[in-house]
């Protein structure tokens, strides 16, 4: 019986030296999900990232009650969704595939960072059911519990919902939940308005533009918000690509297209020599690494759109 317990013994002793190792290095896995921000590389960040999540999902599995994973993992796969998956959907939505292996990994993407969200937004009082309840009061009421620690959390759940709705836009009961999209956007904007490099500015821009108005949205206030995000915040190259995508594709004019695509073409140039070791280089993107991800995203899928341009227009 001895020689029974004891490996059972040292095997609980052991998961439970385990479980206090891995949450005293949460607070790592919360600042390289931030640091990550200064990965200038798209390729390597395509590349690395579908092992850092798995891994990360694996210590959460081991230790279910240690909440404060929930964000990391809801924001890296909104991330890796978004930079990775939805980014290389670009180019089979704008060669119009049906079928698009890409969507279907945006989507996928997307749902594990929901699920992420919810299950630490349950441990907030706010649950499935009072995102999905008809009365928007009571995700009023529900939102206004949140505190600043649990703005990314917020956040990313809602990029989420809002981007699964936006990638399934022949499912109108999605549809129907797109106001409390923008209920949590309104409650993380305020809790936190400089929340991750400009999210704010690009989802209210991106929020009237990407709809038409029958269905409640306002192209020409969206265009407006883009422009004034991109003169506030001239160093996140993101802004001025979603810009062409979701204003001046819609619309095909090639004439503002070029004149933007012109400007990028010089920017992105400038960001190129921040891999370089050019030590007269004065370049304004050297003081703002924290946008080096968000310019890599915006860098590829201007490349898509420019390989695709005389097709589109």
Same mark, same amino acid.
């Given at each position: 019986?001895?020689?029974?317990?004891?490996?059972?013994?040292?095997?609980?002793?052991?998961?439970?030296?385990?479980?206090?190792?891995?949450?005293?290095?949460? @607070?790592?896995?919360?600042?390289?999900?931030?640091?990550?921000?200064?990965?200038?590389?798209?390729?390597?960040?395509?590349?690395?990232? @579908?092992?850092?999540?798995?891994?990360?999902?694996?210590?959460?599995?081991?230790?279910?009650?240690?909440?404060?994973?929930?964000?990391?993992?809801?924001?890296?796969?909104?991330?890796?969704?978004?930079?990775?998956?939805?980014?290389?959907?670009?180019?089979?939505?704008?060669?119009?595939?049906?079928?698009?292996?890409?969507?279907?990994?945006?989507?996928?993407?997307?749902?594990?960072?929901?699920?992420?969200?919810?299950?630490?937004?349950?441990?907030?009082?706010?649950?499935?059911?009072?995102?999905?309840?008809?009365?928007?009061?009571?995700?009023?009421?529900?939102?206004?519990?949140?505190?600043?620690?649990?703005?990314?959390?917020?956040?990313?759940?809602?990029?989420?919902?809002?981007?699964?709705?936006?990638?399934?836009?022949?499912?109108?009961?999605?549809?129907?939940?797109? @106001?409390?999209?923008?209920?949590?956007?309104?409650?993380?904007?305020?809790?936190?308005?400089?929340?991750?490099?400009?999210?704010?500015?690009?989802?209210?821009?991106?929020?009237?533009?990407?709809?038409?108005?029958?269905?409640?949205?306002?192209?020409?206030?969206?265009?407006?918000?883009?422009?004034?995000?991109?003169?506030?915040?001239?160093?996140?190259?993101?802004?001025?690509?979603?810009?062409?995508?979701?204003?001046?594709?819609?619309?095909?004019?090639?004439?503002?297209?070029?004149?933007?695509?012109?400007?990028?073409?010089?920017?992105?140039?400038?960001?190129?020599?921040?891999?370089?070791?050019?030590?007269?280089?004065?370049?304004?993107?050297?003081?703002?690494?924290?946008?080096?991800?968000?310019?890599?995203?915006?860098?590829?899928?201007?490349?898509?759109?420019?390989?695709?341009?005389?097709?589109?227009?």
């Amino acid at each position: 019986m001895v020689v029974f317990f004891l490996p059972f013994l040292l095997m609980i002793t052991s998961c439970s030296l385990q479980k206090l190792a891995l949450r005293s290095s949460t @607070p790592i896995f919360e600042k390289s999900a931030n640091g990550i921000m200064g990965e200038g590389n798209w390729d390597f960040f395509k590349d690395s990232s @579908p092992g850092n999540l798995k891994f990360m999902e694996l210590l959460w599995e081991q230790d279910q009650a240690n909440i404060q994973l929930l964000p990391v993992l809801s924001k890296s796969y909104a991330g890796y969704s978004f930079g990775v998956a939805e980014t290389l959907f670009l180019e089979d939505e704008l060669n119009n595939v049906d079928d698009s292996f890409w969507r279907k990994q945006a989507i996928t993407f997307y749902t594990r960072a929901l699920d992420y969200g919810l299950i630490y937004l349950e441990h907030k009082n706010l649950t499935r059911k009072d995102l999905l309840n008809h009365d928007e009061e009571v995700l009023k009421r529900k939102l206004q519990g949140m505190q600043k620690e649990d703005a990314s959390a917020l956040l990313y759940m809602a990029q989420s919902w809002g981007s699964l709705i936006n990638l399934q836009k022949d499912n109108v009961a999605l549809i129907s939940h797109v @106001p409390k999209v923008k209920l949590i956007f309104d409650r993380v904007c305020e809790l936190q308005p400089d929340i991750d490099a400009n999210a704010c500015d690009l989802f209210y821009a991106q929020y009237e533009s990407s709809r038409p108005k029958m269905l409640g949205g306002d192209p020409q206030k969206g265009e407006k918000l883009f422009l004034e995000a991109i003169k506030k915040h001239p160093e996140n190259l993101l802004l001025r690509v979603n810009y062409i995508q979701y204003v001046i594709l819609p619309h095909m004019d090639a004439e503002k297209y070029e004149k933007e695509a012109v400007s990028l073409r010089q920017e992105f140039e400038r960001t190129d020599n921040l891999n370089r070791d050019n030590l007269e280089d004065v370049s304004p993107y050297k003081n703002h690494k924290g946008l080096n991800l968000f310019n890599s995203i915006a860098k590829k899928r201007f490349s898509i759109i420019e390989k695709l341009k005389n097709k589109i227009f």
